[in-house]
């Protein structure tokens, strides 16, 4: 049972580390109402950035996060480029940088993978410092990771910049009016979004002691199902600093999710198949039961249902 449990406990540090990758989905998605599909590319770059810091130029393990943040920020800026520059869709020009990162990715490690099984990372070095395990020190990070990321966008989010970008995705020709240039809201939103999502996977990269050419596969769909997860949970929070903290439960709830699955017998193989249709459902529900709703409320007779 022990097991069991201590499988759940990494499931659940191992979502809050993600978290920051599912804030970064979430100011695309909800907040500039944009798919933005850079982010598997850019969670890569994230990680292999740190790894090739790390392992090649010895440069500190916090040091190497923050380089995974710039590079995540950078990516996210050349997707806003095209698209705001270029007049190319958001949806294309996001799979253009991703398309592109994965030849980038390969370029900067040289190979398709990078071990930092003889380096020293923030979590050994917390665990060293903290005389705690492993596991407690992967949920430490993500948790003070988490905590700083919603209060940075707490506050960012309620500068005059960051209103204007929220009001960009609510009524993008409203605020053209007002005279903000809403080529510049996206093109900030989309490189803050990046730099979050270049910075979850630095982190996963130094948790898992190695990057992946393919380790950002599928990190959309792992964000929209935790966003959605979030909303359904706490879906009657209002305030903005409520919906943040919502997103890094559902995250932590979504990867819990998995591990039960997994320990209920489902092929890892599977788990794609998973995350596709709890976010189809979850977008679905609402729908279906607006339709139920109105369906239940009409009466032949011209009247209203009391």
């Given at each position: ?72 920020a950078v990516a996210g800026a050349v997707t806003g ?7 190319i869709p958001a949806i294309l020009a996001g799979i ?211």
């Amino acid at each position: 049972m022990s097991g069991i449990l201590m499988s759940f406990y990494g499931a659940v540090s191992q979502g809050v580390l993600w978290s920051l990758m599912v804030l970064g989905v979430y100011i695309t998605f909800r907040l500039l109402d944009i798919a933005d599909l850079t982010v598997d590319g850019s969670f890569a770059l994230g990680g292999c950035v740190c790894a090739v810091m790390i392992v090649n130029h010895g440069m500190n393990p916090v040091a190497a996060l923050l380089m995974g943040l710039l590079a995540g920020a950078v990516a996210g800026a050349v997707t806003g480029i095209l698209h705001v520059i270029f007049d190319i869709p958001a949806i294309l020009a996001g799979i253009l940088t991703q398309i592109s990162l994965w030849s980038v990715n390969l370029r900067i490690m040289g190979k398709s993978n990078v071990p930092l099984l003889q380096t020293r990372t923030v979590f050994l070095d917390l665990s060293d410092a903290a005389g705690i395990s492993q596991s407690n020190a992967n949920m430490l990070v993500g948790v003070l990771f988490a905590a700083a990321g919603i209060a940075v966008l707490y506050w960012f989010f309620g500068t005059e910049i960051g209103c204007a970008i929220r009001a960009t995705g609510n009524n993008e020709y409203m605020v053209r009016a007002l005279g903000v240039d809403t080529r510049i809201t996206k093109l900030i939103g989309l490189t803050i979004s990046n730099a979050y999502v270049g910075l979850s996977g630095a982190l996963i990269c130094e948790s898992q002691k190695y990057a992946d050419i393919n380790m950002g596969t599928g990190a959309i769909v792992i964000g929209l199902a935790a966003i959605v997860i979030g909303e359904v949970l706490l879906g009657r929070f209002v305030n903005f600093a409520h919906k943040l903290f919502a997103v890094v439960v559902g995250s932590a709830v979504y990867f819990l999710i998995r591990a039960i699955v997994l320990q209920l017998g489902m092929d890892a193989n599977d788990m794609k198949l998973l995350s596709a249709l709890i976010v189809a459902v979850a977008l679905a529900i609402p729908a279906v039961s607006r339709r139920w709703q109105l369906a239940r409320s009409y009466d032949p007779a011209g009247k209203k249902e009391e």
